[in-house]
């Protein structure tokens, strides 16, 4: 897992279930940063298509404010939950090692 999927896989848990442009909204604020909508759909279909997340259209009668395209919604699976969790750990290892040059 990337730490930008990782990034995107945790915001879905928090907010689930949501349709991707609001997690492309969330990360940019999170990251401080612009994330590329074809990077955001690429990475959202490689999670899916890894069992990491469940899509499903939104349906016209649950969303009538809404008048654009349908969306896509996405929520986290249990697979991807546990794939997170492990992420997270190997992550806060990583933080804790000592990287200074010996002396």
């Not at 016209?60 to 794939?83: C, M, N, Q």
């Amino acid at each position: 897992m990337t730490d930008l999927e990782a990034v995107f896989l945790s915001i879905i848990a928090q907010l689930q279930p949501c349709h991707g442009l609001a997690v492309g909204t969330e990360a940019e604020a999170l990251l401080h940063r612009r994330v590329g909508v074809g990077s955001l759909y690429k990475a959202l279909h490689r999670m899916e298509s890894r069992g990491l997340l469940e899509a499903y259209w939104e349906t016209r009668d649950v969303e009538e404010s809404h008048r654009g395209p349908r969306r896509r919604y996405y929520k986290i699976t249990s697979h991807g939950a546990l794939e997170l969790a492990a992420y997270q750990t190997r992550f806060a290892r990583a933080h804790k090692l000592d990287l200074r040059p010996a002396q």
